[in-house]
């Protein structure tokens, strides 16, 4: 809290214009912490929309702020000690992108602030007490959370009409199991089809999960996005032609030709505005006063690719809707 308060003297003395021969004072330093690779796809949705977000407001990385980056390269087992590196530089706030990330940072400090972005449901998960009163270190930006993966069942079932027995594949790691579990009594008897959960924690789970896809007669797949089906995207993708199987994904770049569509937040905006609340707590704010926010713009697209290979015909009412299809 003392080096926050340095912090915020220091932002308030370059608003003012002093002179620059007073002595400068240590710049404001944010630990980012993220479980994929930082490939080009992370660097265009999450980390430059972050880094415009804050010069927007200001900030210019080497003269009032530094950006520690650690990414776990899709190992989940890599985070904590990541998290904790990040810790021991002093920084004055955390990022942490997606759920995992959120849940490790959480678990590392209790008074380091940290602004989780791009996680499903921050109550349900235990990162805060309430959407409007967090009560804790931790603050963010939710992207819909369980309500976005109702609406990808809805339409799984638009996609595949006759459809009466829907799986989600998740990665208990990324989203507390419990958290889908006590939904899905809500959503059988909503969409009128039974729901299995499957879990793949790493990449040699996929086989195993396809299979018992089959055993179980699915008839589609919403797969929840996590750094593990991240990064081993296009894999799934062919296991979903190989397969047959129709699926629903949470992001565009994980459509790489085997996924039928996405619905999701648009996490370029979201990490945009994650550096206002990192600007507030650089203020002076407490991260327990800043309510959570909700995404606010949801993006619908269509891969036509994969509606190819699956043989399925897109209705065109849904084509009308979608933001975007893919050719």
């Not at 009163?133 to 079932?157: A, D, M, Y």
């Amino acid at each position: 809290m003392k080096r926050r308060t340095f912090c915020s003297a220091f932002i308030a003395l370059v608003a003012s214009g002093r002179s620059s021969s007073q002595p400068a004072l240590r710049k404001a330093r944010i630990g980012f912490l993220a479980e994929p690779h930082a490939d080009e796809m992370m660097l265009r949705s999450v980390v430059e929309p972050f880094r415009h977000g804050l010069r927007e407001l200001g900030y210019v990385e080497g003269r009032n702020v530094s950006i520690e980056f650690r990414w776990a390269e899709g190992r989940h087992e890599r985070l904590t000690g990541l998290a904790t590196e990040l810790l021991r530089l002093d920084v004055d706030v955390l990022v942490a992108a997606f759920p995992a990330p959120a849940l490790v940072a959480k678990g590392a400090t209790r008074t380091v602030p940290i602004v989780a972005v791009g996680v499903d449901d921050p109550v349900g998960m235990g990162l805060a007490a309430t959407m409007a009163h967090p009560g804790g270190n931790v603050t963010g930006i939710s992207s819909w959370g369980q309500e976005l993966v109702s609406k990808r069942l809805q339409l799984l079932r638009e996609l595949v009409p006759a459809s009466r027995r829907l799986g989600i594949l998740m990665n208990p790691n990324a989203v507390p199991r419990v958290v889908i579990d006590e939904r899905i009594r809500q959503w059988e008897p909503m969409l009128g089809a039974q729901i299995r959960v499957y879990e793949a924690r790493g990449p040699n789970d996929f086989d195993g999960v396809f299979s018992a896809l089959a055993r179980d007669r699915v008839d589609g797949l919403v797969v929840l996005a996590d750094a593990n089906s991240y990064t081993q995207r296009e894999r799934v993708n062919q296991l979903c032609v190989q397969r047959g199987m129709p699926s629903v994904w949470g992001g565009r770049e994980f459509l790489t030709g085997g996924g039928l569509a996405s619905y999701q937040s648009d996490f370029a905006a979201i990490f945009v505005r994650a550096a206002t609340l990192v600007d507030k707590i650089l203020k002076g704010t407490n991260p327990a006063d800043i309510p959570f926010e909700q995404a606010t713009k949801l993006e619908l697209i269509v891969d036509l690719r994969a509606a190819k290979a699956l043989g399925i015909a897109i209705p065109q009412a849904l084509l009308l809707r979608a933001d975007e299809v893919i050719q």
